[in-house]
């Protein structure tokens, strides 16, 4: 267990940084967050506030509001890092479909000045948050991590990118990191944009849920702390260095099946309408963590029926605030 180290998360007030820095402060860690708040500014604020209260005994956390674009923003940092988790970045396949450079620019730079900020400050070891999107659509399954690489997305191509980038710094700078391809994370808090997320919300407000495509289309759906637990790992491990690990959970569903566990934990009549697929959606994702399970020890615990009701109770408590 990750304990007493200094430790920077960028994009830790989006949805899957704000519970690892929960997490590590947990076990008595400093925990510095770095994000501009792009998006969701006031979810995101509630959300860091609700750590805070949780953990104000004793508390040794701190954010710094801004860009990694801008270097001088690694200037305010004023502990010695000793691992940085890279989570920040413009996540979305809809959004970087329509904003090409903005994503382009974002998710790569930003990836870059972590890397010359680590080659500054000793070579601390960075854990990059990557994507089952880099895989495109498989041409087997379950997919593992030497599978071809066709993104379909400028969101899944920046990803690929910043893996190169995370390649080359080890091999030339020697700059420890692992890249995670996490694939579609839920959980309370989870981000407005998921399906997950919407489709709660939709239910709960007695609205219709819209499926793009046929709804055949399979998510290798994983929980927010089995997430969480894998980049602790990953952190850990010194023989994940330089390498790609696929973190789901290895087992899974329909979007059909998954509104259809929704509407039963609503106890709600079903109500849905299906349209066009959208452009830059595979239409299959499916782990094989075959190699995370043997190096790294990682053992997703949350089943998907469990992850969903969590995932409800959560949002019917939320929207009733
Ligand atoms: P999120 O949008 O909730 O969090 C990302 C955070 O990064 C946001 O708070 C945003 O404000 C911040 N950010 C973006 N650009 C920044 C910049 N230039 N400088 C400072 N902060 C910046 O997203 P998330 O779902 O928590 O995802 C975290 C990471 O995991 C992302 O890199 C994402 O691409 C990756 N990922 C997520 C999923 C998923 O299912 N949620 C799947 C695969 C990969």
Redesign the pocket.
Known sequence: MMNKRNILI??G?????SHLAEKLLRTNNYVLI??????HREE?RHQLQHILENYQEGIDFNIIE????NPEIFEKIEKNIDIIFH?????GVRYSLLNPTVITE?NIC?TVNIFEYSRRCGKKKVVF????SVYGNPIYTPVDEDHPKTPISPYAVS?LACESYCDYYFREYSIPSTWLR????YGPWG?KD?AIRKFIERVLNGEEIVIYGDGEQLRDFTYISDIVDGLILAAENEDADGEAFNLGCGNPISVNELVNKIYSIADRPKNVKYIDAKKGDVRVTHSDITKAQKKLGFSPKVNIYQGIKNTFEWEKEYLSM
Request: proline share 0%.
């Open positions: 960028t994009g007030a989006g949805f899957i940084g770095i994000d501009n708040f792009r998006e995101k801004g860009s990694l674009l989570l920040a970045a413009i996540a974002n930003s948050a990557s994507s089952s990803k996490f694939y579609t994370v981000r998921m």
